[in-house]
């Protein structure tokens, strides 16, 4: 199965620093999407884009779904400690809910106090 | 409150074992999927399903099976548990049609000894 490019693999920041995020692909994708997952949980969606160029934020994060299609980046502005955790992008090549995801590798956002 | 649950949170099980991971959702959704995690790879489908006594494999199903005899219920199989299967497993359901949010369980995280 196809996977996505996600780097960097591991973050180490301190408090208040911006982190930047991206995910690449072989194919044109014509959905992105970002997860966060915490310590001990599931993945929860925080972005979904539909759209080449688009820019969407939800607070402090911000997504873009990249003008070739074929990628998307994730910025987090001002980090908190409870930023702390696992960054995923998922992708699909259609516009319809019903076909499945493909996962990035995943980012790992460590905060330093 | 949404909500996806597994019947574990550890599993410890021996090699050539039969091992079964259950899932349960409470909203109703007709797609439930079974996805591995593990370090550096990401989240990689094994099973889905689109609605009751439907299966459709993933990108990994290769040592597994699955059952969905009940909407609200999706279990993953590991017919003979082997070393390379320990994984933490999530699950996870959505509505069927459009729309994005994708809810996961806490994960099992299985050791095969």
């Known amino acids: 199965g196809q996977q996505l490019n996600q780097s960097p693999q591991s973050m180490f920041i301190q408090e208040g620093e911006d982190v930047s995020m991206n995910c690449t692909s072989s194919s044109i994708f014509n959905t992105w999407l970002w997860y966060k997952q915490e310590p001990g949980e599931g993945p929860v969606l925080l972005i979904a884009l539909y759209k080449a160029g688009e820019l969407t934020s939800n607070g402090r994060l911000t997504a873009q779904f990249g003008i070739t299609r074929k990628d998307s980046f994730l910025n987090i502005s001002a980090s908190i400690p409870s930023d702390v955790g696992i960054y995923f992008c998922a992708g699909r090549e259609s516009n319809f809910g019903n076909e499945k995801l493909t996962f990035g590798t995943g980012t790992r956002l460590t905060i330093i106090p | 409150d949404v909500k996806v649950t597994q019947s574990s949170r550890y599993l410890v099980k021996r090699t050539g074992e039969k091992v079964f991971l259950e899932c349960v959702q409470d909203m109703d959704h007709e797609n439930m999927f079974w996805y591995r995690q593990d370090p550096g790879l990401g989240l990689r489908l094994i099973y889905f399903s689109y609605d009751v006594k439907m299966k459709e494999k993933g990108d990994i199903p290769e040592g597994y099976s699955v059952s969905r005899e009940k909407k609200e219920r999706f279990s993953l199989i590991l017919e003979s548990a082997s070393t390379n299967q320990t994984s933490m497993y999530l699950c996870?359901?959505?509505?069927?049609?459009?729309?994005?949010?994708?809810?996961f369980g806490p994960g099992t995280r299985l050791l095969v000894l």
């Open positions: 996870a359901s959505r509505r069927g049609g459009a729309g994005e949010t994708q809810y």
